[in-house]
Nanobody, 119 residues
Framework: QVQLVESGGGLVQAGGSLRLSCAVS????????MGWFRQAPGKKRELVAD????????VYVESVKGRFTISRDNAKATVYLQMNTLKPEDTALYYC????????????WGQGTQVTVSS
């Protein structure tokens, strides 16, 4: 019932920037706690950033603090991930997700968008 569609991934040189977008439909966006995850080949999936319903509370994995910013526009039912000063180790498939029953694992997921950072 909840559909998430990511966009904005691509190939970028180290030090560059990308902004990922996740458009949400099927439910009132303002009720959803949202997050961005990523998974690189041979690596476990990790939570990159999380944002509360109002956008006032955010959490980041240590490796992206100061470089990435998660935000949301409830009027547009969209969550964003601004990625600056990208590094090759940021290369991964990035997923947008919405919590359900208190967890992302039980929630809703997008199809993923590839981010590749060249050295």
């Amino acid at each position: 019932q909840v559909q998430l569609v990511e966009s904005g991934g691509g190939l970028v040189q180290a030090g560059g920037s990308l902004r990922l977008s996740c458009a949400v439909s099927g439910r009132s966006f303002s009720y959803l706690e949202m997050g961005w995850f990523r998974q690189a080949p041979g690596k476990k999936r990790e939570l990159v950033a999380d944002i509360g319903r109002s956008g006032s509370s955010t959490v980041y994995v240590e490796s992206v603090k100061g470089r990435f910013t998660i935000s949301r526009d409830n009027a547009k039912a969209t969550v964003y991930l601004q990625m600056n000063t990208l590094k090759p180790e940021d290369t991964a498939l990035y997923y947008c997700a919405a919590k359900s029953s208190g967890s992302y694992e039980a929630g809703y997921w997008g199809q993923g968008t590839q981010v590749t950072v060249s050295s």
